[in-house]
DNA sequence: CAGTTACATAACTGGAAGGTTATCTGCCTA
DNA sequence: TAGGCAGATAACCTTCCAGTTATGTAACTG
């Protein structure tokens, strides 16, 4: 499941889109507009976020409304989460650097 | 840079190289034994670890140790804090509806 | 019912990813 | 100095990815 979270997070179109369905709801005509792309290249990339389970998607006559799904983020971030206090060490160690010079 | 990051954490075998150099250096050999894959593969995952910042390399007589590099993992883990008030925005929901169950 | 809107699907293309084997380089050691 | 060890690089293959255009389909609208 991170292969698809981190592969699907690797793309900056998908970020934004992401990033824009943080504000609520949007079609796909909508998530489309901001890019020089066509719709069906917008289409392929909801499908990668679908299958990643970071978007999930209803139905509203011809529309399909797209929402944020947070789980596979959270997931995401407790992973990175693991790693937390190894940069946090490097903080501690400027710190120290930067008390030493007063 | 974040599209460089994610599309490195993308990959298993990177993830727990990752994971290896959590707790100290490595030479790639070391690196490599795990894995059922040849020693040039690792070196090329390697070679995207670095680009990507997620390692620095240094030199001793043949070997070349790798260290984890913690920049590029708090940045990932900062963009990922943007959504972060998502989820939890879901957990406060499930709360009140088992609450409300009570 | 004809046309239009909203989106999905198909087929193609160029380039990057991830793996392989074979070979080269640099450094240590006997 | 000859040989071996650690690792990088090259050349190649196959599969996936991100985009395209063209076409299909379901639902609304006049």
Known sequence: MLDATFAALADPTRRAILARLAQGEATVTE???PFAMSQ????????????AGLITRGRDAQRRPCRLAAEPLEEA??????YREFWEARYRQLDAVLKGME
Chains 1, 2 share one sequence.
Do not use: C, N, Y
């Open 40 to 51: 069906p290249a917008i289409s392929k990339h909801l499908k990668v976020l679908e299958k």
């Open 77 to 82: 971030t407790q992973w990175l989460a693991g």
């Open 31 to 33: 998530l489309a507009a």
